[in-house]
């Protein structure tokens, strides 16, 4: 019984180890200049809109794009701002997968070749390798800040990593 334990706990810290640089410490690009912002969706979307939000107010894009599962952030999809334009998406699927697939569809129909793509540190390497998948320009992966308590962060070690799993198994986008 304690060598299961051990083991077990060997395995918690080896995920923990490996995981910190993906989940908690992603590579999170500079921000320059862009054709347009994405913000991806998901639980509690508001930090990343506001943050996708900054940006074009501090003129890094004149075109943001939101994805609004089921109307999530329908309130910002009518933003009236003379320095850019807003407009939003319900992805489909309903996932980072169908995202990646808009940012690709608009980007050949639009001419875009850079991309800044905001969501929150856990989903950043999970959201690079997806949109890389769909989109051939030059991705800028921006984090939006958020305090996350340690249980969610435990949580989006399991999701986050399941995710991966899934996205290796796919083939093109």
Not at 8 to 14: E, P, S
Not at 63 to 79: F, N
Not at 121 to 138: L, Q, T, V
């Amino acid at each position: 019984m304690r060598r299961l334990v051990a083991l077990l706990l060997a395995a918690v810290v080896v995920v923990g180890v490996a995981g910190y640089p993906v989940f908690v410490s992603p590579q999170v690009d500079d921000v320059r200049a862009a054709d347009a912002i994405l913000v991806v969706g998901g639980d509690g979307p508001e930090a990343r809109v506001r943050h996708g939000l900054d940006l074009a107010r501090q003129g890094w894009a004149r075109h943001v794009v939101l994805s609004s599962p089921g109307g999530q952030v329908a309130k910002y999809c009518s933003l009236d701002d003379p320095a850019f334009t807003v407009e939003c998406f319900d992805p489909k699927p309903r996932s980072t997968l169908g995202e990646a697939r808009e940012l690709g569809r608009l980007a050949k129909e639009r001419g875009w070749r850079t991309v800044i793509v905001v969501t929150y540190p856990p989903h950043i390497s999970r959201a690079r390798f997806i949109m890389d998948k769909c989109f051939d320009g030059e991705l800028i992966m921006s984090a939006a800040p958020l305090d996350l308590s340690v249980p969610y962060w435990a949580w989006m070690y399991v999701y986050q990593s399941a995710g991966y799993a899934k996205a290796f198994l796919q083939s093109g986008c």
